[in-house]
């Protein structure tokens, strides 16, 4: 099954920029969003700006199957790449 792959590149509120993707079964540009925002809240940053500049389809991918039952059981995964927490 291919999971499509959103590139994300935002500003923290101390200025330093995070770099994750968000994983999701849908390529809806408008969820990938809606999780990128899910996710910044859980880590503190409910302020960052999120849109469609920030957020761009990158590529369609298979996964792990660890990967992909948390896909099935919340919508999405980050992948965290530069600049993020823990």
């Known amino acids: 099954?291919?999971?499509?792959?959103f590139d994300t590149y935002v500003k923290a509120?101390?200025?330093h920029t995070m770099h994750f993707d968000v994983?999701?079964?849908?390529?809806?540009?408008?969820?990938?969003?809606?999780f990128a925002k899910e996710w910044l809240n859980s880590?503190?940053?409910?302020?960052a700006v999120v849109t469609t500049k920030e957020c761009?389809?990158?590529?369609t991918q298979s996964v792990s199957e660890e990967i992909e039952i948390?896909?099935?059981?919340?919508?999405?995964f980050i992948a965290k790449m530069e600049g993020c927490p823990n």
């Open 23 to 34: 994983i999701t079964d849908k390529n809806n540009i408008e969820n990938a969003i809606m």
């Open 1 to 5: 099954m291919g999971f499509h792959v």
């Open 70 to 76: 948390e896909i099935m059981t919340n919508g999405y």
């Open 56 to 59: 761009r389809f990158c590529h």
């Open 13 to 15: 509120k101390d200025g």
């Open 43 to 47: 880590i503190g940053e409910k302020d």
